[in-house]
């Protein structure tokens, strides 16, 4: 289960790169060094090169959705947060359940065994939270043009809604949603 936990971080961080791939791949070109963006694999150092482009990196969860008169739609955030340190913390607390402990320290097998009672209770608080930051989700798009500074902000005008669907049917739904403009006061 650990394993999967840390899959599903790693590729909500990939979907992150998809998002603003353009912006992500001129940030790091900027870093110097070895910036090779397709090479990128620690989801936590990638987490944190996107957050350094966008406020917006993270998928957010849907919350009720009301209907204005003029048959727009308000999308609510969900309750539960995507939150960058969750997200890391999740991947290095599975890293070290996966990992095999030194077997000539003394001090291994109780810290094993400690781990194992817990695990399970852990595992569901994690699955938990996953499920309720992505099952119904939105990731807001920003509009971004090449040449331009990938950390300046740009206009996040769209955002694609995902929803998963009933878990006992395999009904992945997407949309692509627009922003009205702002009302006057």
Do not use: C
């Not at 008169?69 to 359940?97: F, V």
């Not at 817990?118 to 996953?130: D, F, G, M």
């Not at 090449?146 to 998963?164: D, K, M, R, V």
């Amino acid at each position: 289960m650990w394993l999967q936990l840390r899959k599903i971080v790693e590729l909500i961080t990939f979907s992150a790169i998809a998002a603003d791939e353009a912006r992500y791949a001129a940030k790091r070109s900027k870093d110097g060094g070895n910036n090779d963006y397709r090479k990128d694999g620690k989801a936590g150092k990638i987490l944190e090169h996107l957050q350094q482009i966008s406020p917006h990196f993270l998928p957010q969860p849907i919350g009720p959705i009301n209907v204005n008169p003029d048959g727009s739609k308000h999308i609510n955030q969900g309750a539960t947060q995507a939150t960058l340190d969750r997200l890391k913390n999740i991947h290095e607390t599975a890293g070290k359940h996966l990992h095999a402990h030194n077997p000539f320290d003394p001090g291994s097998e109780p810290k094993q065994a400690a781990a194992r009672a817990s695990a399970r209770e852990q595992i569901k608080v994690e699955l938990a939270y996953l499920k309720g930051v992505i099952w119904e989700h939105y990731k807001i798009g920003l509009a971004w043009d090449a040449g331009e500074n990938p950390h300046a902000l740009a206009n996040g005008n769209s955002a694609w809604l995902i929803t998963f669907g009933k878990p006992e049917a395999p009904d992945i739904q997407m949309m692509l949603a627009k922003a009205l403009p702002a009302l006057p006061e």
